[in-house]
C-alpha cells in the first residue's frame, strides 16, 4: 500500500494559494489515476485505487496545515502502512520558483506541516515532494505570503510545475522514490536541456 498526502488547509478561503499546492497536486492525480476524493476518515479526505496490483490512497488532511500530523498518523495506523510509503506533497519557499525537489527523508526545515506529521508519528523517514512557491519579499509576513495566491503573471507557470509534480508522483509510486529524484529534481527547462 501507498499514501500520496497532499498538504493545505481547508475552505474555500484557501483554494490556490501557495500553501494549498499539495492539495492541488492531489486533484491532478485523482483526475489522472481515476481515483475520486470521495471518502473521509482520521480527519482526512482520501480517495482509494490501485496501480500496477497495489492499493493506492490519496489522502487530503482537513485539520489546517500546522496539525497535518494529526491526520497522516491516525490514517496510516489505521490502514497500518509504513510511514516510508508515505509520499508527503508540499509547498516550499526555500527553493527556487516551481522548482521541484524530491527527497527520500530528512527534517522539516521552516515548514510547520512537516514539523507536525514528524512530531505525531516520531519519524523523518518519509519521502516528501516540495513545490517551489516563490519568496516573499523582504519585511512581507511569511503567513501573509503562503496564504496568498499566485499573481496572475506567475499562473501559467505554476500550472505547468503542478502538472510536472503530478507526473513526479506518478513516477514515484511506478518506479521508487530514486527514480523521481533523478528525473524529476529541478526546474522544468533544466531538465528539458
Known sequence: MKVIVGLGNP???YENTRH???FNVID???QALSIPI?????KGL????TRNGEKIFLLKPQTYMNKSGECVQEFIRYFNIPIQDVLVLVDDIDIDFT???IKAKGSAGTHNGLKSIIAMTGSQDFPRLKIGVGKKHPGEDLANFVLGRFPRDQQEEMGQCLDRAA???IAILDHGVAY???HFNGKAKELKS
Open 46 to 49: 482520501y480517495g482509494q485505487g
Open 28 to 30: 491532478l492525480l485523482s
Open 11 to 13: 475552505g474555500k478561503e
Open 99 to 101: 522548482e521541484i525537489k
Open 167 to 169: 507526473e513526479a508522483g
Open 20 to 22: 494549498n499546492v499539495g
Open 180 to 182: 523521481g529524484m533523478n
Open 38 to 42: 470521495n471518502k473521509a476518515k482520521c
